[in-house]
């Protein structure tokens, strides 16, 4: 998918979140999204990608790397 704006439906088939939770997220503010006229929703690609890259967990193996590091 190359658009950098994307609709609620394509949204659905980048990240395969259900429509019902996307528009949860929209609703509580939680994804930040675009309301042109009030009606009609719209996401910028970056801003979805970021929003499913948050929280990072690390992996056994960083942390281990990082106890390491700090002896």
């Not at 528009?23 to 929003?51: A, C, E, M, W």
Request: charged share 30%.
């Amino acid at each position: 998918m190359e658009k950098e704006i994307l609709n609620t439906d394509e949204v659905v088939e980048l990240t395969g979140l259900a429509k019902s939770y996307l528009y949860k997220l929209t609703s509580s503010r939680q994804i930040p999204h675009y309301k042109p006229n009030g009606k009609l929703l719209f996401y910028n690609k970056s801003d979805v990608l970021n929003y499913l890259t948050r929280n990072r967990v690390k992996s056994n193996e960083e942390l281990s790397n990082e106890v390491e590091e700090e002896k």
